[in-house]
C-alpha cells in the first residue's frame, strides 16, 4: 500500500478481496485528510489463474464493475486482449471523443493543479525461469521492504526519494508461476526498465501496459513499445492503444519466440 498526498495505491494478490475495503477507505480520505472528491479512479487486474477461487465481488469483473460504481457512479469499464490474458480496467475517465461532465472535471482539475504529470508501467509475468535473480538491480536506489511467505511467495515494496514506487509479487509454483511488476518511475524510456524486469525473471509470456499523461516524461513511451529492442526476443501477440481524457494507454501481450 503506498499512500501520499493525493494518491493511494493497493496492490494485492491471491485471494484477497481489496474492492471489500474502499468505503473504509474514502471515509479515512473525508474524515482524516479532508479529501471529499475523487477525480480519478483506476482498477485493473489481468484475468485470473484460478476464477473459480476468488471471492465475491471478485468472482467476475461485472461483480467488480457493479461495487464500483455503487461508490462512484457510472464508471467505464474496458476489457483488452484475448479471453484467457485479457486485461481488464475501471475507470472514471471516459474514452477520447465521449462528451459528458467527466472530461469538465478533468479539465477543472488541471486549471486547478490537482492533476499532475503521471506515468505507470506494469508488467505481468507467467511461466517464469526457476532461477529468476536481479530485483534490486531493476530501480536502483529505492528503499524496499520485503516478505518472504510461508510456503512460498514473496512480495516487495520500494519508494525512491522523489517518491515514487515500484512494487513486485511472486507466485513461483511451477504450475502457475506469476509476477507482477508496476512503477511510475518517471523516465522518457521503458526500454531500460524492461529489459531488467524480463532479465530477471525471463517469463515465457506477460502483458504490458503503459499509462501516460501528455505531460509526463513517459508520454510517448506508449506509442514506441515496439521500438524497445528489450521486447526483441518476445512476439507480440496482442495490442490496443487507447486515448482516455487525460491519459492513454497501452495493452500489449507478448510470448517468447520458439528457440
Given amino acids: ?3 501520499s498526498r493525493r494518491r493511494w495505491i493497493l496492490k494485492t494478490c491471491g485471494t484477497t478481496t481489496p474492492l471489500r475495503c474502499v468505503r473504509a477507505v474514502l471515509g479515512l480520505a473525508r474524515d482524516v485528510a479532508g479529501h471529499a472528491r475523487v477525480h480519478n479512479v483506476f482498477y485493473s487486474r489481468r484475468e485470473f489463474a484460478r476464477p473459480a477461487a476468488q471471492l465475491q465481488p471478485h468472482d467476475n469483473f461485472d ?8 461508490f462512484f457512479g457510472d464508471g ?9 490474458d485479457c486485461w481488464y480496467l475501471y475507470t472514471l475517465l471516459p474514452l477520447e471523443g465521449t ?6 472535471e478533468h479539465s477543472d482539475a488541471s486549471e486547478g493543479g490537482l492533476m499532475e504529470p503521471d506515468q505507470t508501467i506494469e508488467i505481468l509475468m507467467s511461466d517464469l525461469d526457476p532461477a529468476e535473480s536481479g530485483i534490486d538491480k531493476i530501480i536502483p536506489g529505492m528503499v524496499i521492504d520485503d516478505f518472504l511467505f510461508d510456503p512460498c511467495g514473496y512480495s516487495m515494496n520500494g519508494v525512491a526519494k522523489d517518491g515514487c ?14 509476477v507482477s511488476f508496476e512503477s511510475n518511475v518517471p523516465v522518457s524510456s521503458y526500454d531500460e526498465v524492461i529489459a531488467r524486469v524480463l532479465q ?7 502483458v ?9 516524461p513517459g508520454a510517448s513511451a506508449a506509442r514506441e513499445l515496439k521500438k524497445f529492442p528489450a521486447l526483441g526476443a518476445y512476439c507480440p501477440l496482442e495490442s490496443q492503444h487507447c486515448r482516455f481524457s487525460g491519459y492513454e494507454l497501452q495493452y500489449a501481450l507478448y510470448a517468447k519466440f520458439p528457440s
Avoid at 462528451?99 to 469538465?104: G, Q, R, T, Y
Avoid at 530477471?200 to 506477460?206: L, V
Fill in 1 to 3: 500500500m503506498f499512500v
Fill in 208 to 216: 504490458l501496459t503503459v499509462f501516460a499523461t501528455p505531460d509526463s
Fill in 63 to 70: 461483480s467488480e464493475v457493479k461495487l464500483l460504481d455503487s
Fill in 200 to 206: 530477471a525473471f525471463r517469463p515465457a509470456k506477460f
Fill in 76 to 84: 467505464r469499464a474496458y476489457i483488452m486482449g484475448p479471453e484467457k
Fill in 99 to 104: 462528451v459528458d461532465a467527466l472530461e469538465k
Fill in 165 to 178: 514506487y515500484m512494487t513486485i509479487h511472486i507466485t513461483p509454483e511451477r504450475s502457475c508461476s506469476y
